[in-house]
């Protein structure tokens, strides 16, 4: 089957008998055109099926209008918020989004900057990787001034503006409230410390322990991926403890759902034996019973920020002061819900 042959400017020109100059200025809606003709271009060039080439005059413009996403997972709630948040500011602007995940690799994390990078985008929005560590693979951006913004898990780089809530913080005002409730044997649950969203986290919890006088064990704290099979995972491991915790504050709510759900199935009474506190207030929070106690993560919130800071600095065509690093802080809260409640 023979493909058929782009359509052209030189073709829309043959067919009226006019300049192909003149159909170019028609299709940019230059007024040096009468309204009579532009309209006689445009029904021919929607009748033959040609396609402006965005692309080429964009390059000419030195601009794509597009943005690079990298998120570590696609299949999250929190980062479908995200999109969200970016998509919409992005499409008033005349933006359009690029979305590559790293699939919490740091691999795939390179192959996406250089893809990003190859397609010329106009700035990058990025979360990290679980296992990121050295991030000179940005460096690109950097180089050639394109603004780069971290968001949720971020480096501190002179050049990069961070969106974050305040981890630490939060993570105290969660263990704060299990230890308000009588608990005092807290395990909690998170990823390797690599990220500076779990560093905090951990950071918080434990800080909270020390301000009650409790002292902060090595063998309460579970490192795994976060994934609802780690949490039925943390279930068995908790189950085979000599005394078990009466409190589990775990860095997501899908893998505290898993816990919690195992748990129940081996006749745990929740909150009565074990009370919980999840992060990121994703709606299944509100579907297990009982309903889950968990830091609201403002996913949507923090999309729109993201994006309309980036774009901010494609209007102003420059990317944040050398050797000054700008952190902005998303607002966030506890929302107390009965997995938590051991005091009625």
Known sequence: MSTEKEVTIYDIARKLNISSATVSRALNDDPVVSKKTKQKIFDLAEQMGYRTNLFARNLRNN????IGVIIPRINSFFMSSVISGMEKVANQSGYNLIISQSSESVEKEIKNVKTLYNSRVDGLLVSLAYD??????????????LPLIFFDRVVEHEHATN???DNRKKAYEATQHLI???????????????????????????????DHNIKFKEDYVIINDLSHRAGIET??????????????????DDCAIGCMIALK????????????????????????????TTID???YEMGV??????????????????????????????IIRASSLKRK
Do not use: W
């Open 63 to 66: 601009r794509t209008n597009t």
């Open 132 to 145: 990121t560590i050295d991030t000179s693979h940005f460096d690109v951006f950097f180089k050639m001034r």
């Open 163 to 165: 969106i974050i809530i």
């Open 180 to 210: 308000d409730q009588g608990c005092r044997r807290i395990l909690h649950v998170t990823a390797i410390p690599r990220q500076t969203v779990y560093v905090e986290r951990l950071a918080g919890y434990k800080q909270a322990l020390a």
């Open 235 to 252: 279930a068995a491991i908790i189950q085979a403890m000599n005394t078990m915790p009466d409190a589990v504050f775990v860095s997501n």
């Open 265 to 292: 199935k081996a006749g745990i009474r929740i909150p009565d034996d074990i009370a919980f506190v999840g992060f990121n207030n994703d709606p299944i929070s509100t579907i297990v019973e009982p309903n889950l």
């Open 297 to 299: 993560y403002p996913g």
């Open 305 to 334: 920020v993201a994006a309309n800071n980036l774009i901010n600095h494609l209007h102003l065509n420059g990317v944040a002061p050398i050797h000054t690093t700008n952190t902005i802080i998303i607002r966030s809260e506890l």
